[in-house]
Each structure stands twice: as C-alpha cells, then as structure tokens.
C-alpha cells in the first residue's frame, strides 16, 4: 500500500523519535533523507531525491513499518532494495544482477582469477529471506514481500536459530518445484516445493560470504544449498562446462552460475540450449506477453553456443529445428485455444492450510498487477488461474479480423 | 545538407517575393508556418512548429530550393512527406504506412467490400518519383532525393511525357533487382535492375487513382505496373489468396497487396512464408543491427499463417524448422565471419556511367548515416561495401569475452 509519506507519522516517530514535537514533517522527511539516508546508502541525496521524484522509490507500510522500495537501480543500490524503518534501519539489498558470458573462452579466463565454482543454476524464482525485527521476511526480485513464499520458507526451512545467530545476514536462494505460483519446473530431487540457497549477503553492504563460509554455515544450521557442480582452473573450465552444460541439459534443467571461490569477483551465469527452448516455449505461449522480450536475447544465446562448440552440420539442424519449434509451436497452441473461447492463462497450484492463506496470496498477486482467479480449493491446494491479458486480447482481435 | 532556415534568404524570397525588404527573417518564417502552410496541409500551426521544434520536420536545401522534410508523421501528413519551396508549393507526401492482415478471413470481408485486386508486393525499396520545378526527382521512402535512383528511374522508363501531361502526380512503385543497393533480390524478369509500379497519386492530398485510371495511364505512357495476381470477390478471396501465396512463396517471391479497386478502402498486404524466411535470413547476418526489430513481427506472421492454413503436423514441422535454420544459421555464420577478422558487411552493386555518379551516391549514403566505402569500380559497376558496425563490433566484443 501507497502512504503519504511526507505526513506520515510513523515515519516522523522513528527519525526523530519525538512524536510530539511540531516540525513540518515535509521538512523532516527531506532532512532525512538529505542527512541520514545518504550516509548510510553512500548515495547523494540529490540522487535519491531525484528518484523519490521519478517514482524509482517509493514509500509503503509493511505491518505499520514505514518502509522504502527501490524499483530500479539508483546508482550502485539494486533495484528490490528493500528499507525497512524498524527501531532500527534494515536495508536488504536487492539481488545483483548476474551478467551472462556468451563465450566461455575466452571470457572465463579474463573475468576470473585461478578457480572457477560452478554452481547449479535453478529454474525457479530468486528470493531473499531475512529478518525485520523479529519476524522473517522472503522478498521476490523485485522487493515485493510475498505472503506464500515467507509463509513456506519457514515451513520449508528451519530458519530460527540461523536467524537469532545471524540478525544481519540474508538468505538469497531459489523457490523451486511444481507448487511454485510464478515459475513451476518439476525437479526429481524437489518435487512440490523446495528452497536452495545460493548465497549468503551482508544487509547494508550486499558483500557476498565467500563460497567456503556459506557452506560451513548451511552446514551448521542444516540450510539446503544448490548443487555444486564443479570446481574448476580457469583453464580447464571452457571444456568442462561445455560437456557439463549439455548434461545438465540433457537432464532438463536450466544452468550454472560461474564463481570466484572467494566471492569478490562478480559471478557470471551460462545455461543450456534446452532451458532456452523451455523459455521460448513459454514466452510463446504468451507470445504479447513476453515473446517480444524473450525472443532476441535466447537466439543470440544459441547462436554463440553454437558457435563456441564449433557444431557439426547435424548438431546445428537440431538446435535450429528445436528454436523454430520452441518459437512457433507454443503459439500455434495457444491460437487455437484463444480461437475456442478460452484465455490464454496457466493455472498455478499453491499449497494452503487456511483459507487466509488464499486470500492474502490473491492480493499479494492483485498488488503486483497481475490479473489472476481462484479457480478453485482442493483439499490443501488451491488453484490460481493467472490470466495474459496481452495475449488474450491482441489474439482475439487479429482473429476478428483486427489490423497488424 | 540542414540549413539554418530560420535565416534563409531563398526561404524569405519565396515568403514574400520581395528580397529587398528588411523584415527580421524569423518573423516572416514563423508567420509563413502559422498562416500560409497550416491552409495548405490543413494542420495546425501549433503542431507544425511543435513539430519543427522536435526536430520531427526539417529544413534542408535540395539544388537551391529550400526544402522540407517530414521524418515522422504530423497528424495526417505521412513520415516521408517532402515539401519544395519553388515557384509554386511542390507537396510530394510520403508513401502512406500499408497495415497487414495476419488472418485472411474474416479480415478481408470485414475490410473490403465487393471486389478485391490482388497486386503482387515486391521485395525491393518504395519510390516515389515526381516533378520538382522541372527536375524529376526519386525520393526513397523517408523522402530522400537519391541521386542514383533518380539517375537510373529516368534510364529504365520515359518519364517525360507523363510528367509533361501529368505534372501534379507521383509514381509510386518498387525498385527491384540485383544491382540495387538497398534490397538486392533476383526477379527472372527484371534482371539487374527493374522498376514496377503499383500505385499513381496526387500531389499533397497522396490520393490515389482508381486501379482502373492508374492501368489506363501507365498503359497510354507505356510505364510498368506490378503485376496484378487476381480479382477476387471478398468471399472467395481467402481461400484463392491462402492457395495464390503459397504460389508466391514457391517461387521465391514476397506477397500481395490487396486493393480496393477503386482505392479508397485503404490496402492490406499479406506476405508468403518464404519471405518471412528471407527476411529474416537477411536480419540475422546482421543481428544486432537488424535482429530485435525484424524477429518477432515475423515470428507472429508464421503463427497466424500455420493456424489459419490448418497445417497438418509435417506441415507445421517444416515451417518451424525453416524459421529456426533462418535465424540460427546466418548468425553463425556471421559469428564466424567476423571470427576471422572481417566486418559483418554486404557488397551493393550499382550501375555507374561516370565517376561523378559514384561520388554522389556515396555522399548520399553518407547523409543517410550509412557507414560504406567503394570497394571497386569494374567497367560500369560499381562495388559499395556497406559495413554494419553494431554487429561488426558487438560480435567482436562477445569473442573477445564481452559479457552479455
């Protein structure tokens, strides 16, 4: 939810912590800002001034908490930062975007130094879990505190004493499995739903543990890591990771994330031709919804894979044939469906005990904008039919006879 | 060539006919814009000068005769418009935007009525070829004076009695070809360099002649027309032109453009598979100057095309497969290509009679912002080389380890 920020008194009570005291709460708010937030961000006020302006952050309550989101990067602050106005300030960084390397060589070589972690890289969606005060928190990419996922984290996971020992650590991992309401893969190991944890971050400074650090605390409070792939020279890595992407592929599953053991060097990831074509597939099952911006990144993708394996005549025609019918095929699936009357939509599947449950995932879904059904409660699932309006109505309107 | 019109004097000399008069040249310009040029295009002056001022229009000098151009649309006025200050108000309007149907039915009945004409749509480069004063000029589709296409329209066809009898229409039509040095296709009855034309319009209204008036008067001056490819009720015209466009495809050609005969219902147009294919055969030898723009609207061309066609599995299978080699395989060898050390480039032939020729044309791509360099003149060719920079260097930067 939106506040008023600037005659908010929440926010007023904790900068000053005098909530009787008279002072224009505007003037307070850009005080605050102009003296504390950017000393503690390292960002010029006038940046983050510019970006309360433009929207790029914003201001909502979390349980009656005054609080910041970032909804893009402002300087070297992530977008799903995340600020929580607690007695104390909490700042949870947002995910650092992973660049990606087209060629392995020589692009592994220059960008690490010796050894190469590679880890497996998910197919499900990123969070970070961390404490605000005293209750625990998953946020998704975009800083958005989903009900579902904090309420299985904890179900999940046993996370308190991790939490009680560690108050200024974040959990940064990967909600997979088929139960999962915005990216359903099925993993044998995983099945309905399943957290792996990635990395562990500072609040604040968004440093990484080292690869060895966050093992021995997984470790320690019996935490669920991802798979550790390989660990590799920088030399030896192009050829490993070339046949490790093609089983990894072959398994139907996604990739890797390529890392500095000591975690200063920033990760890069590289995933397999099949997770491209899944991806296809489903952009082009709602192609106005995502095809566009799916489509030009995964063909490039291809093309250097391709390219880099020095592909023989019958291996390239697989990987083009298995593009074109990534591409076209979904869609054709979905024309007919759309031409029958129905929307174009997938149904997700969450796990529930109580009917609040439901209804505070619809209006988590409802905040994000997403357009989205109770289709019906089965036991102690409940389906939720998400509907691509994009796709539905563009379709719609080209089958009427609408103009391209 | 921009010039500072504001300040021109041939600009005043036309205002007011009067060079000798001392009035401060932007008042007479900004009086011209708001009293005389909102009368003739009927469009407010307030969105003229909005216009002028985002650099939307601009002045240019074209022999002497200052000039305007339009590079996007104003309200009605199409992006291309060329508007001549000579004696007279020469308005030479741009080719009007033909939208696409992606379903023939029921697309065709709802927008026609009657009787439809099917005229094949070429793949080469829009022209429009009209009298400035007493100089026949070829503008390209953004309403460029191309001195080689203006050089070789007046070669190829007898302009001469038409524009004598016919000073206030334009030809519009397709230069097609090998030696062309936008879109070099083979065509078996054009050879290295033909020019068809599929529509005749009138200066500054751009309304276009009845297909019946345009046949009469390309028939009377002997000029080409493209070829009609049927006359179809609007009932019957899906399942011919489903039936004619695999035809087209076949032999390698583009598609339609579906007319009203009496052309006041605006044309469709409706392309073959095949050209999709090409066409993006052609965008992904260059992927990261072209890729991202062409990729998806094809991509949703195929989807319609194979739903409405009812495509049987083997026939669905082929179509997808063509679409995957025609993106991946180009690009590949393109990655390859650049690889070796050479730019991602492609050698434009034209027909030259003299140096001078040569020059002009350079200096034309020039102006356009293209990056091309002679390669070699052979007798009366002339070899351009156009080097497409993004995909030159991107491709370099990723091989080099460039992240993504």
Redesign the interface.
């Known amino acids: 939810m939106d506040i008023d920020w600037r005659r908010n008194n929440s926010l007023n009570n904790f900068f000053f912590n005098c909530p009787s005291c008279n002072l224009d709460s505007h003037v307070i708010v850009e005080d605050f800002l102009d003296k504390k937030l950017q000393k503690i961000l390292n960002v010029k006020a006038e940046k983050l001034n510019h970006a309360i302006n433009k929207g790029i952050i914003k201001f909502f309550q979390f349980h009656g908490t005054p609080a910041l989101q970032f909804k893009k990067d402002v300087i070297k602050i992530e977008a799903g930062t995340v600020i929580y106005f607690k007695e104390k300030i909490e700042v949870i960084r947002g995910f650092p975007k992973i660049?990606?390397?087209?060629?392995l060589s020589?692009?592994l070589?220059?960008?690490f130094k010796d050894k190469i972690i590679a880890e497996e890289k998910m197919n499900g969606y990123n969070v970070r879990i961390a404490l605000v005060g005293d209750e625990i928190v998953a946020l998704t990419r975009r800083g958005y505190m989903c009900p579902y996922t904090t309420k299985k984290a904890v179900e999940i996971m046993d996370l308190e004493d991790f939490f009680n020992d560690n108050p200024d650590l974040v959990i940064c991992g990967e909600m997979v499995g088929t139960d999962n309401p915005y990216v359903s893969h099925y993993y044998e190991e995983i099945g309905s739903l399943g957290f792996r944890i990635f990395d562990i971050r500072k609040k604040l400074s968004n440093d990484p543990l080292s690869i060895k650090d966050k093992q021995e605390i997984l470790e320690k409070y019996g935490l669920p890591a991802v798979r550790v792939l390989g660990i590799y020279s920088v030399d030896e890595a192009p050829d490993k990771i070339k046949k490790e992407i093609k089983e990894i592929g072959k398994a139907g599953r996604e990739g890797m994330v390529l890392k500095d053991p000591e975690m200063i060097i920033h990760p890069?990831k590289y995933t397999s031709s099949e997770a491209h074509a899944d991806e296809l597939k489903y952009a082009?099952t709602y192609?106005f919804d995502f095809?566009?911006d799916f489509?030009?990144?995964r063909?490039?993708?291809?093309?250097?894979q391709?390219?880099e394996n020095e592909e023989n005549e019958k291996e390239?025609?697989k990987?083009?044939?298995?593009?074109?019918?990534s591409?076209?095929?979904p869609?054709?699936d979905t024309?007919?469906n759309v031409?029958s009357g129905n929307p174009a939509s997938e149904d997700m599947i969450i796990d529930i005990e109580k009917e609040e449950d439901t209804e505070a995932f619809m209006r988590h879904l409802h905040d994000l904008g997403v357009y989205a059904v109770l289709l019906k409660i089965k036991g102690k699932k409940a389906v939720v039919r998400r509907i691509h309006q994009s796709t539905t109505d563009k379709i719609n309107n080209?089958?009427?006879?609408?103009?391209?």
Do not use: C, W
């Open positions: 660049r990606r390397t087209l060629m020589p692009t070589k220059n960008h890069l082009f192609p095809g566009r489509l030009f990144s063909v490039i993708r291809e093309g250097f391709a390219f390239l025609q990987r083009a044939h298995q593009l074109g019918e591409i076209l095929y869609m054709i024309i007919k031409d080209f089958l009427k006879g609408g103009l391209y």
